[in-house]
């Protein structure tokens, strides 16, 4: 199993830029693919980010794409969100999720086996 620490969350004047961080603990990290989701009051969690075990390939929700990248560092244990271009619709909990299996798919919560906490991001308009 991998443990997710998620960091960086705060408060953004639209048009602003925030970094997420992902700390993992946990022998399987640097061999799984490793996702971003976020979840708005009263929405379901969805898709955001994600990335396979070697950082090759990335994926991106098409609301965020061209503005949000996501990175790994397997050397760190570390997975991140550059946010850029935020808009109050950004607003939300955002959860760093792992797939020690590499199933391959990245766009449903149930992909992914192991959550951080969430950290949230509010963007104001």
């Known amino acids: 199993q991998v443990q997710l620490v998620e960091s960086g969350g705060g408060s953004v004047q639209a048009g602003g830029s925030l970094r997420l961080s992902c700390a993992a603990s946990g022998r399987t990290f640097s061999s799984s693919a490793m996702g971003w989701f976020r979840q708005a009051p009263g929405k379901e969690r969805e898709f955001v980010a994600a990335?396979?075990?070697?950082?090759?390939?990335?994926y991106y929700a098409r609301s965020v794409k061209g503005r949000f990248t996501i990175s790994r560092d397997n050397t760190k244990n570390m997975v991140y969100l550059q946010m850029n271009s935020l808009n109050a619709e950004d607003t939300a909990v955002y959860y760093c999720?792992?797939?020690?299996?590499?199933?391959?798919?990245?766009?449903?919560?149930?992909?992914?086996?192991?959550w951080g906490q969430g950290t949230q991001v509010t963007v104001s308009s």
């Open positions: 999720a792992a797939d020690p299996y590499n199933s391959g798919k990245y766009y449903s919560p149930t992909d992914f086996g192991s």
């Open positions: 990335i396979t075990w070697s950082g090759r390939n990335s």
